[in-house]
C-alpha cells in the first residue's frame, strides 16, 4: 500500500472520478440509493455455503500463519495499563515464543493514549501501532474534536488510525457529512493509514454496509472495518462478505485497492479461515495479505497459536502454555 | 428390544428405536464423525448402534470438561455430595432400565444383574459420603519447626480422563468415575467398547441428576479412537488407565503420551478388578493436589 503524501489536500485524498457523486448532498444519496439492493437471504446463503469449505493439512497450515500476520492484537478497555499494553506488544512480535517459526502479529490497536508505549515496545520490528480515534467507540462528538484525537495518535507515532463514523449521520441520511468528516479524519492522519469503522450492528441493513462501504471508499479510506467490537452483533460473514464485493467493485471502477477489517466476535481457528475462504472467494487472493485484511481480535490469536501447535506436534494444545490476554 | 404390539385401529405399531448418543458438555451430541458401530450382546446378538467418538469428540469433550471445572470444584464439598448423592437416587428410580442393560450387556442372569447395580448405586452413595471428609483424613495440620500454622489441603488436579473398565459396564463404571468427581476434578470418560449401553443409561441419569453440563463427559467407541488423544492432550490434568487392563503394551505407550505434560497416571492393572470388593481411598487420593499454607502464628 502506498501511503499518501502529507500534503495531499482533501479533495484529492478521495478516490477519483468520484467529484460529481460527491459535490453534493443530493448527488451523494442519489449514487448510493442507486446501488443495488442486498439480497438479504442469497447473501446470507452465500455466507454459509462458503463457511462449510474443509480446510486440511498443508492449506490449513498456510491459512493459520496467513491468519496469524493478519491480527491486530487489540485491547480496548477502560482497565488498560502500559504493562497490559507492553505485554500484548511483545506477544504480536512473538506470539508463541517456543516456536521461532511463528510469525508476528499485522499490528497492535489500542486507544490512543496507549500509542507511546505500544510504539516504544515494538520499535523498529515492522509490527505497527494502530489507534482508535475519532471519540471512539460512540464517534459523538464535535469534528474539531475528532481531528484533535486523531493528531494527537499520529503524533504519538500511530501508523494506522482507525476512526468510527458518525452513525448518526448516516441513519438519518446526512452522507455528505459523514463523508466530509472521513475526507476530514484522512487529511489530519497524514502518513497513517486510515481504517474506517461502520458499526456494522447499528446499521440495520446490508443495504447500509453497501452505501457505507462506497461512501468510506470514495473519501479515500484505506480500509474498511467492520465494527468496534462495543456492539452485539459485530462483525459477521455475511457483512464482511458484502464488504469484500463492495471493495472488489471498487477497484473494478477504479483501480484503486481497499482492505477490509473484520472486528469482533472472531474467537475460533475456524471462524478465521471461514473468512479466508471469503475473502479469496469474493474479493480475490490479492486480498490475502495483511496489507488488505486483517483480523480485529483479542483472544483468536491464542486459538490460532493452539490450532499451529497442535499441527506441529500432532497433540492437543491447552490455554495454560499461552499468555492471558 | 421393544416387541410389536397392535394399536387401537389393529395396525401393527413401529419399534420407536432409541439412538445411543454420546455425552458432551451436557448434551447428547452423535460423533462429530457421524460414525456408528454394531453393538451386540454378549452372546453375539445385536443390540443397538452407538456412536463411534472420534478425536473430535474427545476435543470437544476436554473442552467441556474444562469449562465446567471451575464451577464444579468451586462448589462446595458438601454440595457435591449431595448431587453424587442425587445420581444414585435417579438411577435407583431408573432401576429396571439398568437392570435389563447390564443383564444383555454382560450375561448375567436377573438376579445377578440386579445385585450389580444395587452395587453400583451403594456405591455412589458410598462415594458421596466422601465428598466432605477427604479433607480431613488426606490433609490436615502439620507440626513444623517455627512460629507457624502449617496446613494442607487436598484439591482437584483439573479434567481427568478416564478408560473405563471394558467388561464391568456400570459397577466397574461407577466406580472409576464417582471418585474422580466427588473430589471436584471433571471427568472425560471412555466407556467399555463392547458393553457401552450401561454407560448412555448411566449419561441420562447424570442429565437429569443436577449434574451440572460437562462434569463428567461420556464417549462410547473404540478406546484406540480417543485414548491416544487424550493421553497427549496437553491441557488433561490425569489419566486414569484402568480399562487398559491386560494390554501392557497399549498402556505404555498411553504413559507415554502422558508423561509431555507430567499428567498424573493411574496405571493400568494387569487384569480388570473384581468390583464388588471394598474399593478404599485409593482412587479418591490419585486425583488430588495437596496444597500447603505456612501461617504466621501472631506473637
Redesign the interface.
Known sequence: MTPTSTTASASSAAAGGFDDVTASESSLRRFLHGLPGVDQVGAEARAASLGTRSIKTTAKAYAIDLAIRMVDLTTLEGQDTPGKVRALASKAMRPDPADPSCPPAAAVCVYPDMVGVAKETLGSSGVNVAAVATAFPSGRAALDIKLADTRDAVEAGADEIDMVIDRGAFLSGRYLQVFEEIVAVREACGPAHLKVIFETGELQTYDNVRRASWLAMMAGGHFIKTSTGKVQPAATLPVTMIMLEAVRDFRAATGQMVGVKPAGGIRSSKDAIKYLVTVNEVAGPDWLDPDWFRFGASTLLNDLLMQRTKMTT????????FTLD | MATKTTTPTGSARLDVRKTYKLYIGGAFPRSESGHSYVVNDAKGKFLANAALASRKDA?DA?QAA?KAFPGWSGRTAYNRAQIVYRIAEVMEDRRPQFVDAVRVSEGLNAARAGRVVDEAIDRLVWYAGWADKVTQVVGGANPVAGPFFNLSTPEPTGVVAVLAPQESSLLGLVSVVAPVIVTGNTAVVCSSADRPLPAVTFAEVLATSDVPGGVVNILTGTVGNTAP?LA?????NAIDLTGAAGDPEHAARLEE?AA??LKRVRRAPAAEPDWSLDPGTGRLTNFLEVKTVWHPVGL
Open positions: 500432532g497433540r492437543y494444545s491447552g490455554p495454560d502454555y | 476435543r476436554v474444562r488423544w497427549s492432550h496437553m491441557d488433561v503420551a509431555e505434560n
